[in-house]
């Protein structure tokens, strides 16, 4: 089952997009786009998550400017743009609503796991801390630098990041000095993909690489399970 639905947000609400079990789910993943929008990639990463029992919502976080942006990967300024004009905290918190959401009024799961893409790594971290998330999984997240580290070790839940070795974004020296930051932390887990490129997991982009995000679903979907999955399998 996959539709759009709203989101309740302060005193507005926007929308999202949901898939989940017809029934429910005791366990749920709110899934933080790229800059590009919710779009295709992003759809089908929630129904993934929704095909391994979980209800899943990505968020519109676009919402302020057009409703259900969706900007082309070559279009990567004019997505940038956009962004960038947005109250980066109100993001956060847009974020949060849709972790409530799938929490409460949706379908009431007890655990929920934040996945942020590219530029959505930081808000997802900043959101699950926030709403005291079980775990949180970035995928090549540019947005977080050295300056920010601050941001990853507030959060105290279960850590995962995906990085390619030939991404500027995510340069050598954050990862060194991410894994220095998580070091004393039996709950984090850092991956670096040899070879790859930024954006690898994704299907639509030129990037992506069969075999490396074919491990990292891997990687994944057995953090999931242990992080979030219920006694019944959901």
Known sequence: MSK???????????????????????????????IYGVNKEVRRVTDYFASSGYASLAP?????????????????????????????????????????????????SKRVAVVG?????????????RSQADASISFYPGTIDVKSLDIVNAFKGPLQFHFASKDDRTPFAFRTALRSALADRDNSEIYVYEGAEHGFANRDRGEYGKAYASIADQRQD?????????????
Request: hydrophobic letters at 40%; one cysteine or more; proline letters at 3%.
């Open 117 to 129: 893409l590219g530029w959505g790594g930081k808000p997802a971290i900043e959101a699950a801390t």
């Open 60 to 108: 519109d976080l676009m919402w302020r400017s057009k409703p259900w942006l969706d900007f082309a990967y070559e279009d990567r300024d004019g997505a940038r743009n956009v962004i960038l004009s947005l109250d980066y905290a109100a993001l956060v918190n847009d974020i949060v609503a849709a972790i409530e959401c799938i929490r409460g009024k949706l379908v009431g």
């Open 222 to 234: 057995e953090f999931l399970k242990r992080c979030i999955s219920t006694m019944d399998g959901k």
């Open 4 to 34: 759009k639905i709203k989101v309740d947000q302060s005193n507005t609400e926007y929308e999202g997009y949901f898939a989940g079990p017809e029934m429910g789910s005791e366990s749920g993943v709110v899934v933080v786009q790229e």
